[in-house]
């Protein structure tokens, strides 16, 4: 007996070791299939990647929202409130009571999804003006360390950014590396609604990026809303940048997991709820996921679809961690593509205990439709000017799905 319990902890140790040698293997086969490619700014990225803390609590404020009392009754709970109850709760105040609790708690309904957009719009203007305050005090703080100033000047700026006229900010957390998500068009009127859901490195730092845009989120979405335009100059559209999710850090541990999109999905679930209250389009929203960003696609998928179809395009993706489309549900489409010279493509497309993320979604047997992406070229070109691919992406955002082009068999 004593025999068989050694050798069975022994037996159990082996596996352990496997299983971390595995893992090892794994994450230095997506870093060096992209350092293949990419050398430079790969390696540098593989080197610095930390694990990152997701974000699944509600924003700063909320238990001091839950225990307020002062209007006879309850607040709606951040943390278990769905958008029904939220937009009836606010549909329910007077004009003075809506003012109020932007002010005394504007993180709280700024992220309420169900809440009016533009009172979100409001409460978000309040919150960011708050954090660029408090990110400059520090700056200004010679008691603190040069490294530590210098971060804060750049929190300053970023925050400064979000608050130029015209701007539409729909959710905004200071919290980490900062979250947050712009609406571009009209909500309220919006016939098509599309959200951009990104992947790796983007946060409050790299959400609109003047040097390369196409490379940040709202960089993205700019480019998607002007191609809608292009091809439909008075169709009444709009485009959601959502970094509501801590995304990986370079191509470190999280990239290869799905523990940050597991997290991440609910929040993308409930930010489709509040839509369905808030706006009234002629059909769900479609959802553009880019690189990591369809991996919590994939995770979100079998909840996020009605009675109506949802489009969902995959684009530069390591995968959604699914073998096929079928296993997202009946309700969604999914449209993918890759163009040739994406080092993505260099990853290996499998999942083994739980590292990885399962088919390629441009693959014949996963069942995606694919389309063309003829002009596009490495892992953030695909919205770019002239390509097939951001032609594409117009016709699926406005429903015109028979302009959409496929690759030549």
């Known amino acids: 007996m004593q025999r068989s319990s050694s050798m069975r902890h022994i037996w159990m140790r082996r596996s352990a070791i496997q299983r971390r040698r595995i893992k090892r293997v794994l994450i230095g086969a997506f870093a060096a299939s992209a350092v293949l490619v990419d050398a430079g700014a790969a390696a540098a990225q593989a080197a610095a990647a930390n694990e990152q803390v997701a974000i699944s609590t509600p924003p700063a404020g909320s238990a001091a929202w839950v225990a307020d009392h002062s209007l006879g009754r309850a607040l709606p709970d951040p943390a278990t409130a769905d958008a ?7 549909a329910s105040l007077t004009p003075e009571q809506t003012l109020r609790l932007v002010a005394e708690y504007p993180l709280v309904v700024g992220n309420l999804d169900g809440a009016p957009v533009e009172t979100r719009y409001q409460a978000n203007r309040v919150a960011i003006a708050a954090e660029r305050d408090r990110a400059r005090a520090r700056a200004a703080d010679q008691k603190l360390d040069a ?9 300053a700026n970023d925050s400064e950014g979000l608050l130029a006229k015209g701007r539409q900010i729909l959710a905004f957390d200071p919290r980490g590396r900062g979250l947050v998500s712009e609406v571009y068009g009209d909500l309220g009127s919006a016939q098509r609604v599309s959200v951009l859901v990104p992947g790796s490195d983007a946060d409050l730092a790299h959400f609109d990026q003047t040097a390369d845009p196409l490379r940040s989120p709202a960089g993205m979405a700019r480019a998607l ?8 100059a008075d169709g009444h559209t709009a485009v959601i940048a959502w970094t509501g999710y801590v995304t990986p850090s370079g191509l470190g541990p999280d990239a290869v997991t799905s523990r ?26 479609t959802l553009f996921c880019h690189s990591y960003g369809s991996v919590v696609c994939g995770v979100a998928a079998p909840k996020i679809h009605d009675t109506r179809t949802t489009d969902v395009v995959v684009f530069g993706s390591p995968g959604m961690g699914v073998q096929g489309a079928a296993e997202l549900g009946e309700g969604v489409r999914v449209w993918a593509t890759r163009n040739p010279t994406d080092w993505i493509g260099n990853v290996p497309y499998l999942e ?13 047997d996963f069942g995606a439709v694919e389309i063309s992406s ?6 953030t070109g695909y919205l770019s000017p002239g390509t097939a691919s951001l032609h594409n992406f117009g016709s699926i955002a406005l429903g015109d799905y028979g302009d959409v082009t496929h690759p030549q068999s």
């Not at 003829?374 to 892992?379: C, E, I, N, S, V």
């Open 352 to 364: 083994v205990g739980g590292l990885g993320h399962g088919s390629d979604p441009t693959g014949r």
């Open 84 to 90: 029904t109850t939220v937009a009836a709760f606010f």
């Open 147 to 155: 490294t530590t100033r210098a971060l804060a000047t750049s929190r």
């Open 225 to 232: 809303v002007a191609e809608e335009h292009r091809q439909a």
């Open 260 to 285: 940050l999109a597991d997290v991440a999905a609910p929040r993308l679930e409930r930010l489709l709820a509040g839509l369905a209250v808030t706006s009234a389009p002629d059909a769900p929203p």
């Open 374 to 379: 003829a002009g596009a070229a490495g892992h």
